[in-house]
């Protein structure tokens, strides 16, 4: 299995048990770690260890994003990071509910396998 899939599984694994968007004490804006111990799409790769709240407010396309992910023990090329960054988007400008449908279509875009709900 590609590193591109079982990152992409694992965010679909991960927002879809927490079925909820990491948010800030306000309510509005995403975050990496919320102070509720929510998490983002791409949050939820990132270890406790690396976490450095430098990386709120910046894109997966970030230099302190890319490194937390890196002492997270993921490297991060072209690709991958494209597809990060879709994934962000996904759980920051949709509600949970529409989620799958957003899940399918970066699957597609990227040639990954979606798999079922409960899977």
Request: proline residues 3%; negative net charge.
């Amino acid at each position: 299995m590609s590193q591109m899939q079982e990152i992409f599984d694992k965010i679909v694994t991960h927002l879809r048990t927490q079925n909820e968007k990491s948010v800030d004490d306000g309510g509005y804006s995403c975050v990496y770690l919320s102070p509720n111990g929510l998490k983002c799409a791409v949050g939820c790769l990132i270890s406790k260890d690396a976490y450095d709240a430098k990386i709120e407010g910046q894109t997966a396309c970030n230099s302190h994003v890319k490194k937390a992910l890196e002492l997270s023990g993921i490297g991060v090329d072209e690709q991958l990071e494209l597809m990060l960054i879709k994934m962000q988007y996904l759980h920051d400008d949709n509600t949970p509910d529409h989620w799958e449908e957003e899940f399918f279509k970066i699957a597609a875009q990227f040639d990954l396998k979606l798999k079922p709900k409960g899977e």
